[in-house]
């Protein structure tokens, strides 16, 4: 203690004004943290990324308050707890949704649940459930650790607004699985939700005359320090982790080169109207295909190189009937992709979206065999096979996805192929079989969450923004038997 | 019962008034006793000194002035230090804390002091409301560094930092006054 030190308790004993002096308050810093974090947890304002950033702040002043609190009773050390685990919980969820983590978890899991909004993973259900557990527990831990502080005082507990605070965030967790939305339901809890906040404020003051036996626990990181920490944390995750999983891997194979020996259905196809340079493209087995091909329809446009917009292909559609003994005809389909050679090659993520018969005619369609192809800067051919799969889009049409990168050693074009069969249920009768080929594009070499392309396209067709682009083609096609198909009907 | 109708049943003396006001303000009593005096029999003594005090006194509060909490810490505030001045003077051979004043300045030393100290609450009165917590807690409450640290969900050395920031502060607003 220096002179100064001296000088100032000796007169700080001289008598200020009341009016200068101000109790100290122990719980009033302790409770409002954790008012905020729980109102920062629970309302979510979903723009601007304060979806991420607000929730970040509230689990951080949550586990704060809560720091302060732990040695003060069970209730407290309890609730303390859960706000560590729900810390360590959010911030999982941020690492995950960062990373493909949260795909590959999905679909471990698989199935989904039912909301009134529509189906979600399973996955995302449990963790919501699991996320929102640990935070009622939480509020649980508060609610006995306050009504432990009063008791222990000999007064009557004034902790209605903590436990009704436990009501409510346990009933977000139904209202949350069924999927409830809308103001007029929504609106009367937020409201009640609000009350029960400001009560909860207030109950410091009331904790100020029953718990100043106070036992704050020591700290090793300071509040300030560790609310920029943990931001600054959740910051890099965002900011860092999507740039490692901007592409997806390309398993590039080195086709071996084989002899045409399918010139008949070759020359066969030109006859029909089959494009020539796409032809070119075709390989033996792609072209046994059309094999017994009776008609051929074309649709798409081609486009000169600095027409398209970034990252687009341009589609062309090959619609040919051919004859099958098991059906009587089938008609296979051929999507062909045109990447410009300053399109082809980098560039993050790519997606394909096959809407087969949206119209709802009957018909029985197979998912997609995709190929891209195109030369190295050696000259060598190299191509990538496309994994379809057939997932049902937001509207409830069956479709058909892939996801993939555009390889980064590419000279000239690149093409993607393919191919798909619809085989009539009436085989005697000309079918209408409408299709539409979408292709997504993902521009921005940072994305969160982490999304793939198959997701935006499922999720609907959107303008152009700085993240992604989508172009589609939609064609109408027949399926008609030999004799009755006529390229120009439709 | 709200403090209003506390302070109105102690005043006129009602029935159980005193106990009701000590179910919900001894806590806050201890709170304050407790950095100043070490001891636990001092403490109790002067606990039942300041209960004594609010009821013979409380006549005198007026809830227009200042908060009823306010009140009783500076009361409860200034008994435990007179506790601790008087504790130090009977300790026979033992030296004064030379925190605490002299008990025997002349009127002249008392009015120069009093313009010390009201330049001293001047200051204090210009702190943010954060840094004037800390200063009141340390120098008026007493409170040990380590204990403003933990409720205030601080590092003992970022509080100990705060403070000394504060220190500086008043030192050089204050400047010649205090070094006089």
């Known amino acids: 203690m220096d002179e100064f030190d001296r000088l100032l308790y000796a007169n700080s004993q001289l008598p200020p004004e009341l009016t200068q002096l101000e109790p100290p308050r122990p719980w009033k810093k302790p ?60 911030l999982t969820a941020v690492l995950f949704q960062a990373t493909p983590l949260d795909h590959w978890l999905a679909s471990l899991i698989g199935r989904e649940w039912n909301t009134s909004t529509g189906p979600v993973p399973l996955y995302y259900a449990l963790w919501t459930v699991l996320i929102q557990l640990v935070l009622v527990l939480a509020a649980g831990g508060l609610w006995q650790g306050l009504k432990g502080v009063f008791i222990q005082a000999g007064q009557k507990p004034r902790t209605a607004a903590a436990g009704g605070l436990v009501i409510l965030e346990a009933l977000m967790l139904p209202m949350a699985l069924i999927g409830l939305e809308g103001w007029l339901l929504v609106g009367p809890i937020l409201i009640l939700w609000v009350c029960l906040i400001m009560s909860l404020r ?42 490692l999983f901007s592409r997806l891997p390309t398993n590039i194979q080195m086709p071996t080169p084989v002899a045409d020996s399918n010139s008949t259905i070759r020359a066969q196809l030109l006859e029909l109207g089959f494009p020539e340079d796409i032809l070119a493209g075709l390989d033996d087995s792609e072209l046994a295909r059309f094999e017994g091909a009776y008609g051929l329809k074309k649709s798409g446009y081609r486009s000169k190189d ?25 008609t296979v389909y051929l999507a062909y992709l045109y990447w410009t050679p300053n399109e082809a090659s980098g560039g993050y993520m790519e997606g394909i979206q096959v809407a087969q018969d949206y119209q709802g005619v009957t018909v029985r369609t197979t998912v997609p065999d995709g190929v891209l192809k195109w030369q190295d800067r050696a ?37 993607g192929f393919l ?10 009768t000309v079918s209408v079989y409408n299709f539409s080929v979408t292709a997504a594009h993902r521009r921005s070499f940072w994305q969160y969450p982490y999304t793939l392309p198959s997701e935006i396209l499922a999720s609907g067709f959107y303008p152009p923004s700085w993240q992604w682009r989508m172009y589609r083609w939609t064609s109408e096609g027949q399926l008609a038997p030999e004799g009755m198909y006529d390229p120009r009907k439709y | 019962m709200e403090d209003v109708q506390l302070v109105h049943a102690l005043q006129t003396h009602q029935d159980g008034a005193m106990e009701q006001f000590q179910t919900a303000y001894t806590p806050l009593l201890r709170y304050i006793i407790a950095p100043i005096l070490p001891d636990e029999r001092d403490r109790e003594e002067c606990l039942s000194d300041v209960l004594l005090r609010v009821w013979n006194s409380i006549g005198a509060f007026d809830p227009g002035k200042a908060a009823l909490t306010t009140w009783l810490t500076h009361l409860t505030r200034n008994a435990a230090l007179n506790r601790r001045r008087a504790n130090e003077r009977r300790r026979e051979g033992g030296n004064l804390d030379e925190t605490l004043p002299d008990a025997a300045d002349g009127p002249e030393q008392s009015f120069l002091k009093g313009e010390t100290a009201r330049m001293l609450w001047a200051a204090v009165g210009r702190l943010g409301r954060r840094d004037r917590e800390l200063f009141l807690r340390k120098y008026y409450y007493y409170q040990p560094t380590a204990q403003i640290a933990a409720e205030l969900g601080l590092t003992l050395r970022a509080a100990e930092g705060k403070l000394y920031r504060i220190r500086k502060h008043l030192r050089e607003e204050l400047g010649g006054v205090f070094h006089g």
Not at chain 1, 48 to 72: D, F, H, K, S
Not at chain 1, 419 to 428: D, H, T
Request: glycine share 10%.
């Open chain 1, 31 to 90: 409770i409002g943290q954790i008012c905020w974090g729980l109102a920062l947890i629970t309302i979510t304002l979903n723009f601007l990324g304060l979806n991420i950033i607000l929730p970040a702040a509230g689990t951080v002043l949550l586990w704060l308050g809560l720091r302060t609190l732990r040695r003060e009773n069970g209730g407290f050390r309890f609730a303390y707890a859960c706000a560590v685990l729900y810390a360590a919980l959010r």
């Open chain 1, 202 to 243: 207030k109950v410091s003051r009331s904790l100020d005359q029953a718990g100043y036996a106070l036992k704050a626990a020591p700290v090793r990181v300071s509040g300030g320090l560790a609310l920029w920490l943990w931001l600054g944390l959740h910051l890099l995750m965002i900011a860092a982790l999507p740039l």
């Open chain 1, 306 to 330: 600095d027409e398209f917009p970034d990252g687009m292909p341009e589609i062309i559609t090959v619609e040919v009937p051919v004859r099958d003994e098991r059906y009587g005809f089938h």
């Open chain 1, 379 to 415: 000259g060598n051919a190299c191509a990538i096979p496309l994994e379809f799969w057939r997932e049902a889009d937001s509207a409830g049409r069956p479709c058909c996805y892939a996801n993939f990168s555009l390889p980064k050693d590419v000279s000239g074009p690149m093409e």
């Open chain 1, 419 to 428: 191919f798909w069969e619809a085989m009539p249920s009436f085989p005697e």
